[in-house]
């Protein structure tokens, strides 16, 4: 029984020292240099030891805008994805011909790259002196004058930033909720044909229970990844997202780190954990939720 004991060990070992190696030390330095008070990365010598970073990020407006804009990220782009694709993924199940087809046109966002998706919106969606941009041209039908969605009004410039992360998101999350739908067993459906349920009995009763697993999954990489947030921005309003007021925590982590006014990795490190004890909190809650609603 030892020696199986040991065995097993010794075939976690690898993963354990990777794990060891590029998570749990990364995570330790990091929370060490968050308490590293007056931080000189020249000298690489601090004056003392404390929670200063924490206060002056959390006083930082710069970081609240970045946190502010976060969570509406999060808020409005995680709830109208899953539901875009859980729409979409019902109806794609019930198309038998071309299916595979219509399946490949709304992937194809997925494996198209970040930044030129992103420099596709901002040509769609940016005034210039020549021209007011497609979506303008097709608002000026309704006769709305031109809005500037790049350089504009802040709630403009969100309602891209949303659109787009949905446009992005989107694909990934059909292909795994059309996999889910083909999964549930069709006697279900039958029986339920047979004794003249409601179509919206059926969902509610049949289809959300079955598929609650992926929903959950996607749920919580959904927060993950809108948490992640940052490549996106930049694709749409550059380099210098605090003048565009449309940074995000992974972006004022980076500046603090490499930006303009680089060379603070103390208060990077503070705000990379405030980040972490966000995602965790919101992790926890959701795991708590699932069981009650998640049927495995």
């Avoid at 875009?84 to 490949?104: G, M, N, P, R, V």
């Avoid at 959904?222 to 007021?245: H, M, P, Q, R, W």
Wanted: proline fraction near 4%; hydrophobic fraction near 50%.
């Amino acid at each position: 029984m030892k020696r199986r004991r040991s065995k097993g060990w010794l075939y976690l070992l690898p993963a354990i020292l990777l794990l060891g190696a590029f998570m749990v030390y990364p995570l330790i330095d990091v929370f060490i240099y968050s308490l590293e008070e007056g931080y000189n990365s020249a000298s690489q010598t601090f004056g003392g030891v404390g929670l200063y970073n924490y206060s002056h990020v959390l006083r930082d407006p710069y970081f609240m805008q970045a946190l502010r804009n976060t969570f509406i990220i999060v808020i409005i782009t995680v709830p109208v994805s899953t539901g875009l694709a859980l729409l979409i993924s019902l109806q794609l199940s019930k198309i038998k011909k071309l299916q595979e087809l219509f399946q490949t046109v709304f992937f194809l966002p997925y494996v198209t790259n970040t930044l030129a998706v992103g420099l596709v919106f901002m040509i769609l969606f940016k005034r210039t002196p020549y021209t007011d941009g497609l979506i303008n041209l097709m608002i000026s039908v309704f006769g709305a004058g031109p809005v500037d969605f790049i350089d504009g009004p802040y709630a403009a410039k969100m309602f891209v930033m949303c659109f787009y992360t949905v446009w992005v998101v989107l694909p990934f999350k059909i292909l795994i909720l059309t996999s889910a739908l083909a999964s549930v067993k069709k006697e279900y459906y039958n029986a339920a044909r047979v004794d003249g349920t409601p179509r919206w009995r059926v969902f509610t009763k049949i289809t959300l229970p079955a598929i609650s697993p992926m929903l959950f999954y996607l749920i919580i990489t959904g927060f993950i990844g809108a948490f992640k947030a940052y490549s996106d921005e930049v694709a749409l309003f550059g380099t210098d997202l605090n003048a565009a007021g449309m940074n995000t925590i992974v972006g004022y982590i980076y500046d603090m780190l490499y930006g303009n006014g680089g060379g603070y990795p103390s208060y990077a490190a503070a705000a990379a954990l405030i980040l972490f004890a966000i995602v965790l909190t919101i992790t926890v809650i959701n795991l708590m939720v699932s069981r009650k609603h998640v049927h495995y």
